[in-house]
């Protein structure tokens, strides 16, 4: 087989994750999300289409910037209502084999004591499937709905979550040595005390002196996953990811962030693929070009305006409320915006962007690419990008839920396979970890990685 | 029918729960706690047998009274490893299709405004299957490793306690209206903004103005439990609860509790029966009393006596490590120490008590009645405890797990459905919540519960 090409699903536990207004279009099922159901349908799904893994996103906050309010948010099902996921990985474990469940959980706001538990407890039920994907929170509005007048300042969050990880290495790495728990009827230990540690920690932001409430599940810390983009973020990504996820709307932008992490990498001294990198497509698919180009603008059609603004303005901080959707941006470029605005229509600086643009930009396909096609253009195109972005692989997104993830699978899946990139069905024993996937090595971390140094 | 029983297991997910050695009994498969299907198949087991939930205990810590450390709880197993309940209950709730799930969390480690959001996902997970056994936590060691330097004082914690409820309800009851989530793609309505709100909540411990995260489940609120024995702990539960456990040796003084909860009731305008009791009971079953007898003194010898002492330590904050197991008690009993051991030895105070008699009186059946006999005589015990002590069902509790619930499933069950006490198989309609099943009313908590003035 060629070098396999990763594929995550990319989405969240909501009706709209990143395509506002889509969960109208007729061939879509997300206004189920809130049952179990459906994602143990879409887990089944994914796995028998050769995904590594389902990549949950999560914040902790409604989004208000849009017109200072929540309605756009509500109308739109703007990721929200959002359940919680971590509650939903060991159902869909058990609904698969092989599947992995990234899931984002913030270090700034659940005790590390506690998650510690509840990652080794994900680990212990999946049979080490689980990965974390790290993030330190953006929102005011949750910093206030959790007991902070505002958030902690950005590169204070990272120093923070810098010790944080320092914990969490000491509970998953540190507090039970292999072979701690022989749990031997013969002998009568259950755990060996001589191999079971309180972790000690006395830091600036915590204080964690006894033992981790449980034992390691197969992977110990469970694959770290990240997705900084700030420069302080790539630093941290550089420190503990093993797999890290960038989002850049032309291949060039993308090369020039894993160029970055990978020069960040040799400065640290880990090896230059010691981090599987990943970007974000979204993908339509049909049998021809022209069917996929002309669901494509079906989609266009579905596109819900407000919602998008609201997603923006989330992101951003940027308010376009009130202004006229076909005004031409520069006309509502203020100077506090106008470096977020560029951010988008830098893209494509020739033409005149109005604010439907920026929104319908916003709705199908988010800050990354849209690639719609048939399967062996799809096919063709995550090829070019994955030479010409430098990446391992893709997080893979749906504007229609969960109809394009599981056309993905019919379609582009099947010729993935043809072309030795994808596995075939069952060639990949059951039994792997998420890491030993991805990474081809584990299921611990690596010897070189920071979080083995916590290790006894 | 007669009346029905009402049966919950009580079990945690931990290698002993409340029977320290008992998982080196030959039956035992405790020992694969930390595997999914061992959950999954007991709580298919559960269903079989009637029952109406599985209650999970939770404690975020680890014992350490005995002999200062944690040597005999790591040794014995004794509520270590402890894995987080809370994930597993939606794979359980995949595996059934009536059990209930009651999950143990406090409210004084985890953010409100994040456990609305978990229980609300639980709840549509399961369908309306889910409680919530309301702690306070009591233990140092927990409030050490959560970043307290010891723990908030005891009636502190419950003046704080009701007004992380009050948060709760605001969140669960009244952020998101009946009707609010129409997810209508003719209106292109997800959430109705009109009918959903931010809560508002500025109090003396905690400030949430925001929306809840998510819409409610099938409950609203999930069915309460609440556990507290202290005054102060009973004063909460007869504000919030609607279903109650106490643990107690004897009939008379169960019926002392549930005497006290329904005047408790009565003075706060609440129904005398709106709320549901439980108390426990340690249940082995032959097919004969005397088989019944010899197994219960099988199980004698496999008592771990450290260890039931280092859970005996956890509970009472009594240290008897060093005392020589056949002391009499009243040689090691202390100004500090000795209502601690009155509580238990007060059951038989003509016998001499010596250490080691305490610890298997810990390990079999904690704090609560042993019944060992034939199919007959078990039912006729938990009848005569019904009647006695006025509970309207049982906490179950197994010393062999899970062999000891499997064998209750499939030798007292048939009994009890002889008798009219427990609904035949498949007489009970799949699709009802928990709270319809415990209490005969729902799905929402009922109009006079206090949650329910937080509706709008």
């Not at 997705?227 to 060039?252: L, M, Y």
């Not at 990978?262 to 970007?279: C, I, M, N, Q, W």
């Not at 690419?369 to 997104?397: C, H, K, M, Q, Y």
């Amino acid at each position: 087989m060629s070098r396999p090409l990763l594929l995550n699903a990319f989405d969240m536990m909501v009706p709209v994750h990143q395509s506002p207004g889509l969960w109208r279009h007729p061939e879509a099922g997300v206004a189920r999300f809130d049952t179990l159901e459906y994602w143990t349908s879409l887990a089944r799904t994914l796995e028998d289409g050769g995904f590594a893994s389902l990549f949950l996103a999560d914040i902790p906050g409604v989004y208000d910037v849009y017109g200072g309010g929540t309605e756009a948010t509500a109308r739109g099902g703007v990721q929200y209502p959002l359940l919680d996921p971590l509650v939903a990985v060991p159902a869909m474990a058990a609904a698969t084999e092989r599947l992995g469940f990234g899931v984002t959980a913030s270090v700034t706001y659940e005790a590390p004591y506690l998650l510690a538990r509840t990652f080794a407890t994900l680990d212990h039920f999946t049979r080490g499937r689980v990965a974390w994907n790290v993030v330190t929170s953006y929102q005011d509005s949750a910093a206030r709905n959790l007991g902070m007048d505002r958030q902690i300042p950005h590169d204070e969050r990272y120093d923070r979550a810098d010790e944080y990880m320092e914990v969490m290495y000491k509970l998953l790495e540190g507090s039970f040595e292999p072979g701690a728990v022989p749990a031997d009827p013969a002998t009568g230990v259950f755990v060996d005390p001589d191999l079971a540690h309180p972790v000690g920690h006395e830091g600036t932001w915590f204080s964690v002196p006894g033992h981790a409430l449980t034992h390691p599940g197969p992977q110990g810390t469970p694959l770290l996953f990240q997705a900084g983009a700030s420069k302080r973020g790539q630093q941290f990504a550089v420190d503990h990811a093993e797999a890290i996820f960038f989002i850049g709307n032309t291949p060039q932008l993308v090369r020039r962030w894993t160029d970055g992490v990978r020069a960040g990498l040799a400065e640290r001294g880990r090896a230059e693929d010691a981090v599987k990198t990943f970007t974000m497509a979204t993908v339509v698919v049909a049998e021809t070009d022209a069917e996929a180009q002309a669901r494509l603008a079906g989609y266009r059609r579905h596109v819900d305006i407000e919602g998008a603004l609201s997603l923006f303005g989330g992101w951003t901080g940027v308010d376009l409320a009130g202004a006229d959707p076909d005004a031409p941006l520069e006309y509502v470029a203020t100077d506090a915006n106008q470096s977020a605005l560029a951010a988008f229509t830098s893209l494509s600086p020739d033409r005149t962007w109005t604010v439907r643009d920026l929104a319908e930009f916003v709705a199908i396909g988010g800050r990354g690419p849209v690639i719609a096609g048939a399967p062996g253009t799809v096919a063709d195109e995550l090829e070019r990008w994955r030479e010409e972005a430098g990446v391992d692989g893709f997080n893979i997104s749906a504007a229609v839920r969960p109809a394009d993830l599981e056309r993905f699978t019919t379609m582009v899946s099947p010729e993935l396979r043809r072309r030795g990139l994808l596995p075939e069905p069952g060639s990949v024993p059951a039994g792997q970890t998420l890491r030993e996937v991805l990474t081809g090595a584990g299921p611990r971390l690596a010897d070189d990685h920071r979080g083995a140094s916590f290790r006894r």
